[in-house]
């Protein structure tokens, strides 16, 4: 190099402005209640509360107003325009591989939270070496609507029991990482899953003491997410 | 004998709110297992310029639809039907992107047999190829280069515009300001600049290659650059731009992203620094 000149900077060339700020919109699924899923819009807003406070990988979404109320604003996963594929059967093992770690985050929060649907609700990127995006979406069946009735759901949550009995990742996760998280589930404060689970106010039908009664629910089976996940790694790790 | 065909055409939908779609893929099932074809694939080989071609959106959405090309073939490993039929379901619930926008049966019979034959025939008769612009085809070409030249592996190679800024030891004042289309930087940096001649006016390519030739005389003269690794990329070089090109020949290297030893050569360049 010349004597007579330095590199004072190397940079992608960028827009004007620090931040380079610009107007954008962007696209989410917006759910809402109904007579099928009457307490859709609480499951998704507080298994995503709960998932960011554990740091499970999950779709980012937000409670929104419309003309019928309160809904839920699932963000979509993608480029503009583009969405990405939800996850077929024969990439399960595949993702699984790709993301071991998220992969085993998600079947025990899946556990934790008795969502028995986890069916092919991931995005993943398999291909996009440099852009890694693994999130779970959809969680409208777990929590209150475990079964057909809320009272019931909470019941069964505080109930040492599985729940989960098919996911696209049994067989496919290492007892190493599901221990893991199950443990940290366990170890968080009760204090915590109450923040997540109570609103300090009804949403749409879901009353304030039914919100107390999920997280006393979840309280309890956190303690015993451990024991469950170890009870179980028979049918966890077992291919179906 | 004939045979019978159930097939669904998968179309990409930009706009939801127009809801006019590009017919880009056909899914079937048949004999116990997936079978697709969608465009821009042939055999292994990706070529994404077709579905950039479609709008700005899916130009900016090349990404993701290499990520969709995965799901496809994923789903010709699919052997069970209930399987296939909820994956179909669930493109059928979109309303914008990739959608499951009709489904039929064919009926074929005369040299039509087998089931890849059929598949071809349907993806011919359904889904338009569209034409590829010169700088879209220099594009994809110049990504595929970069691949297997094996560069776009390297930590330190820029895979964007940058922006290299120098100042003179003696006047801190005095900036020169050096932009390539890509850079390796390093110990010893290799400077890329693209320059695009199919369907490019003589004018605009004039000006074009004055910028760029004032870029290459600064990075050498700053020292940033030696010429030898100042790289002039661009793709069909005829008779007629020679003259101009030959502007080029003390302070750059030009490579024709075309020709097949082009990805040999940067490999050989960035190995040559290290």
């Not at chain 2, 879209?136 to 964007?160: G, K, P, S, T, Y």
Request: charged share 20%.
């Amino acid at each position: 190099m010349s004597a007579n000149y330095k590199i004072r900077s190397i940079r992608k060339k960028s827009l004007p402005g620090v931040t380079a700020p610009v107007a954008c919109s962007l696209d989410a699924i917006l759910k809402f209640d109904s007579a099928e899923s009457p307490y859709c819009v609480y499951s998704e807003l507080v298994a995503l509360r709960l998932a960011q406070t554990f740091h499970i990988p999950v779709a980012s979404g937000v409670l929104t107003m419309t003309g019928s109320g309160e809904a839920y604003a699932s963000i979509e996963l993608g480029s503009p325009g583009l969405r990405l594929p939800d996850l077929s059967p024969p990439q399960y093992a595949n993702a699984a591989s790709h993301y071991a770690e998220e992969a085993a985050a998600l079947v025990v929060f899946d556990i934790f939270i008795g969502n028995w649907d986890r069916g092919s609700n991931i995005k993943t990127s398999l291909v996009t070496s440099h852009l890694p995006i693994f999130q779970g979406f959809d969680h409208e069946h777990g929590l209150l609507a475990v079964e057909s009735e809320p009272l019931k759901s909470i019941e069964r949550l505080a109930r040492q029991e599985l729940i989960v009995q098919n996911h696209p990742f049994f067989g496919h996760i290492s007892h190493t990482f599901a221990t893991k998280w199950a443990e940290r589930i366990s170890q968080s404060q009760d204090e915590m899953i109450r923040e997540c689970c109570e609103l300090k106010r009804p949403l749409r039908t879901v009353t304030t003491d039914m919100q107390a009664n999920l997280a006393n629910a979840l309280c309890m089976r956190k303690q015993v997410l451990p024991r469950i996940i170890s009870d179980n790694m028979k049918i966890i790790r077992s291919w179906r | 004998m004939a045979l019978s065909l159930h097939f669904h055409i998968v179309q990409y939908i930009d706009d939801p709110f127009l809801s006019e779609g590009r017919n880009v893929a056909v899914l079937a099932f048949h004999n116990g297992r997936g079978h697709y074809r969608a465009l821009g694939v042939e055999g292994s080989r990706l070529i994404p310029g077709y579905f950039k071609s479609l709008s700005p959106k899916a130009h900016d959405s090349e990404w993701a639809y290499r990520e969709w090309i995965s799901w496809f073939r994923s789903i010709s490993n699919i052997r069970v039907v209930e399987q296939f039929d909820e994956a179909v379901a669930r493109l059928e619930n979109n309303n914008s992107g990739m959608v499951a926008a009709s489904e039929g049966v064919v009926e074929l019979a005369d040299g039509y047999l087998e089931v890849s034959d059929a598949m071809d025939y349907l993806f011919k008769r359904l889904v338009r190829i569209p034409k590829i612009s010169p700088a879209l085809a220099f594009e994809d070409r110049l990504a595929e280069v970069f691949w297997q030249a094996e560069i776009i592996f390297n930590e330190n190679f820029m895979n964007e515009v940058v922006e290299v800024e120098m100042i003179s030891e003696e006047d801190e004042s005095e900036v020169v300001r050096l932009e390539f289309s890509h850079l390796l930087t390093g110990y010893r940096p290799i400077g890329f600049n693209t320059l695009v001649l199919m369907g490019a006016t003589q004018k605009s390519i004039s000006a074009q290659a004055r910028r760029i030739s004032t870029t290459f005389k600064n990075a050498i003269r700053t020292g940033y650059l030696q010429p030898d690794r100042c790289v002039l990329l661009c793709g069909g070089v005829k008779e007629k731009h020679r003259d101009m090109l030959a502007q080029f020949s003390d302070i750059a290297v030009v490579m024709d992203i075309f020709e097949k030893s082009t990805a040999h050569k940067i490999n050989r360049l960035m190995w040559i620094g290290t």
